[in-house]
């Protein structure tokens, strides 16, 4: 564990499965629920945060409407790159790599690479 991380299990929990590296700057939100397998590793600045807001009102204060956990599962041998985040609800296959700067909203299936298709289209790589 490089310096600055922080992890709170915020009434949840947070298991780490064996041996990982967490990145300068790492972020572990554990109120649903975190689970990391082995081999695991975050570059710089990653964020894991395992709850959400609701914000079901316009006319009722957000921080009065309660939130959901539903956790987060991230399975063995994966790579995190500097400035992921990985949101409440999401389980990030095993041998899978996700690149710099993505957010991750939804399932990352085993063996993939992720990585922001919106941003390389903006650049023009990806069409």
């Known amino acids: 564990m490089k310096e600055n991380c922080n992890f709170d299990a915020y009434n949840g929990f947070i298991h780490i499965d064996g041996c990982c590296a967490f990145g300068q700057n790492t972020i ?4 649903g629920g975190v689970k990391i397998g082995k081999y695991v590793i975050t570059g710089a600045n990653c964020y894991i945060i395992s709850s959400n807001h609701k914000y079901d009102s316009k006319e009722y204060p957000i921080v009065l409407q309660g939130d959901t956990r539903k956790g987060i599962t991230i399975e063995e041998n994966v790579w995190l790159g500097g400035n ?8 990030i296959g095993k041998n899978s790599v996700i690149a710099a700067g993505t957010i991750i909203t939804k399932d990352i ?5 992720a990585y922001d298709k919106i941003d390389l289209q903006k650049k023009g790589i990806y069409k």
């Open 84 to 91: 992921v985040i990985v949101l409440d609800g999401v389980r």
């Open 109 to 113: 299936p085993q063996n993939t690479l």
């Open 28 to 31: 572990i939100h554990g109120g």
